[in-house]
């Protein structure tokens, strides 16, 4: 038998609290290897009913995404197959590469404007806060509410105003116009956790600075910037699942040369029908800068999402 | 090192008034306190001397420069926060070099100067440790190490033992002081603690509600508080008040307090109406043929000495008498007070009347 104590949780609680973890995590990490797992059938094997837990691997889904097909011409089908292992993959099926598919541009886009508005929102949102938490704003707390007041309904509800603007404004499908819609949207996010990050930093580590003979610039570079690294961190993350994951602007203003990976995937479609395979190969590619970028930063969030309420 | 002087120095937060119209000089080579309780505006006045804070109106002259409209990072000064700030993400090494790299020194000589430095201090063996894991006193001498490392004209510290525990306090006053003595370098230190201020200061400046009370060597105000708040605030037990009306001329020697003739230090001015008559504890005997009498209310043994607390037709009097003194409660004894060492206060203005004991530092206080 273990002593009793009030704040060390006894084995059974452990136990509990391990299943309900665990159950927990398999519940939400069930759609994701799903997804994952479609993206490796064959087209038939997706669509099976009942669904298929062990199937034959097939590379075709990622295939049919980076590629453009059509059914083979008489003549293409008497000849032998391509050289390339994706060549005689199409080919077996009667169809034929025309040339790459439009999915790695989208993917560029996505990158350049989900990591363009996240590193904008951050840095402007730096900027902000370290003015609001340090220096007498005047009408300080009417202009934080006003910033966030922003969020307060869905931005999609001003979207036909945006569209109008943007069409008169010549940014519609621009790379330019979706970072600042995005860092628009969020950087009332950005400047609310970031002040209240500044605000956990001593105003001495600045000042020793100040008297050991830095700037105000210097000061804020090179002492409050490092000591602030898990609160942008956090906030750079925020951003990135936002602008990274949004759908709804990204369909209403992109349609061709700044269209991002959301709206794109869905509109796979293969020569007979909807392409679930590789509609689920282009979700898991989507899938991993955000979660790498999330792991890398891992550390930073768990103790950035806790806002300092604990004491160093 | 450096020479301060402050004029007429003002400082206002919107409706707020947290220094009005401090003047006072630091001599080159001083320990300067500037003592008093939390709120009074002595920690705004050290922020205004080092540049931290700009004063609404009047001058700080360091070195005979006025400097008050000048940035901190122009002053040359160092300062030692209550919290220490040393740089939370650099090692102990990194911390003192900091305002060393910020001149531009090339890096052997930074080297050399933060190993001199360190040795100064006895942190030789840390320099290379991250400054988080380090004990109170450890970050207090590498918050030193970063003011002393530079040569500044002077050293501003936030009270600086503040932070530290009873025990290690009294070691470091003492490791301050005796630093001090060795540098011979002007410092202004703030602090809420009366003892602290006596032990280690040359000069003492006793604040309250943004007001300067007085300024003058540690004994001086002691001996001669040159107001009520003064007298109250420095000593403990502190200073009896004895409330009685009465007059006093000039020349005169004594004063009539409940039908009791008392000895007063001689009088420079004449005075009538609501006075109280100061007597610090220890200048009070229990005197069987006195003729003013008190009843014993408590008795406080400190070892050497007692605390006899007695209730006079004026108000309580605390005496500090030897220990082997008998005093039982509820017995009534005369007393008899130093009459040199007295002050007396006009207790409308809280202003000590002007004698021969505190002439000479009315006049400049």
Not at chain 1, 194 to 201: C, Q, S, W
Not at chain 2, 203 to 211: Q, Y
Not at chain 2, 277 to 284: D, I, L, M, Q, T
């Amino acid at each position: 038998m273990s002593s009793y104590s009030i704040t060390e949780p006894s084995r059974r609680q452990k136990w509990i609290a391990a299943i309900l973890v665990v159950t927990y995590a398999v519940i939400t990490m069930l759609p994701l290897l799903w997804i994952i797992s479609t993206g490796f059938k064959s087209s038939s094997d997706a669509i099976a009913y009942p669904p298929k837990v062990a199937f034959q691997p097939s590379l075709e889904g990622y295939v049919n995404l980076f590629t453009t097909q059509t059914l083979q011409t008489p003549e293409q089908a008497e000849a032998p197959p391509p050289d390339t292992w994706y060549g005689k993959l199409v080919h077996e099926k009667g169809l034929a590469i025309v040339g790459p598919s439009r999915f790695g541009e989208r993917f560029t886009n996505s990158v350049i404007i989900g990591f363009g508005s996240t590193f904008l929102s951050v840095f402007l949102g730096t900027l902000a806060a370290y003015a609001f938490s340090r220096y007498r704003v005047p009408l300080k707390d009417d202009l934080l509410f006003f910033i966030l007041s922003t969020r307060m309904m869905p931005p999609i509800a001003v979207a036909i105003p945006i569209f109008l603007m943007f069409r008169s404004l010549g940014l519609s499908d621009t790379h330019l116009g979706m970072i600042l819609l995005y860092t628009a949207v969020n950087l009332s996010l950005s400047v609310w956790l970031l002040k209240g990050f500044m605000d956990e930093i001593p105003r001495e580590y600045e000042e020793a600075a100040l008297i050991d003979g830095y700037t105000r610039f210097q000061a804020f570079t090179k002492v409050v910037l490092p000591q602030a690294a898990t609160g942008i961190a956090a906030t750079a993350i925020f951003c990135l699942i936002f602008a990274w994951n949004e759908y709804a602007f990204a369909v209403l203003l992109t349609s061709g040369a700044a269209q991002t990976a959301p709206p794109f995937i869905p509109t796979i479609i293969g020569v007979a029908g909807q392409d679930w395979p590789a509609v689920a190969a282009g979700a898991t590619l989507f899938l991993m800068p955000v979660m790498v970028f999330t792991i890398l930063l891992r550390k930073h969030l768990l103790r950035g999402i806790t806002f300092g309420a604990v004491r160093k | 090192m450096a020479e301060i002087e402050v004029r007429q120095l003002c400082k206002e937060f919107g409706d707020f008034t947290a220094v009005q119209s401090s003047t006072f000089k630091i001599e080159d080579g001083e320990f300067f306190m500037l003592l008093g309780p939390s709120g009074c505006g002595k920690t705004t006045t050290l922020r205004m001397i080092a540049g931290l804070e700009l004063p609404t109106s009047g001058e700080v002259l360091i070195d005979g420069e006025e400097v008050s409209q000048k940035p901190a990072s122009q002053r040359d000064i160092a300062f030692v926060f209550q919290m220490f700030a040393l740089y939370p993400h650099m090692n102990v090494r990194r911390n003192i070099s900091y305002p060393l790299v910020s001149q531009g020194m090339p890096s052997h000589q930074v080297r050399e100067k933060v190993a001199e430095v360190a040795r100064i201090l006895g942190i030789s063996d840390i320099l290379d440790r991250p400054v988080s894991g380090l004990s109170g006193g450890d970050r207090q001498r590498v918050a030193l190490g970063r003011a002393i490392v530079r040569d500044p004209k002077c050293f501003l510290m936030d009270e600086p033992l503040g932070a530290l525990d009873a025990e290690f306090r009294e070691h470091m006053a003492e490791e301050l002081r005796s630093l001090h003595d060795r540098m011979g370098a002007t410092t202004v230190y703030v602090t809420h603690d009366q003892l602290e201020a006596m032990q280690m200061g040359d000069k003492i400046v006793v604040m309250n509600h943004g007001v300067v009370e007085q300024f003058g060597a540690p004994q001086d105000i002691y001996d001669k508080p040159a107001t009520l708040f003064v007298a109250s605030f420095i000593g403990s037990p502190s200073m009896n008040f004895l409330k009685f009306h009465g007059r006093v001329a000039a020349g005169s020697t004594s004063v009539e307090m409940h039908y009791q003739s008392l000895e007063v230090p001689e009088a420079r001015a004449p005075f009538e109406g609501d006075m109280i008559y100061g007597v610090r504890p220890e200048h009070v005997q229990l005197n069987d043929a006195g003729g003013y009498r008190g009843e014993i209310i408590a008795t406080e043994y400190l070892g050497t000495t007692q605390i006899v607390t007695l209730r006079t037709h004026n108000g309580e009097v605390k005496a500090r008498v030897p220990s082997d003194r008998r005093a039982s409660v509820g017995e009534t004894v005369g007393l008899s007070f130093n009459g040199a060492t007295v002050t007396l206060f006009d207790t409308q203005s809280g202003k000590a009347i002007r004698s021969a004991l505190n002439e000479g530092v009315l006049s400049h206080g």
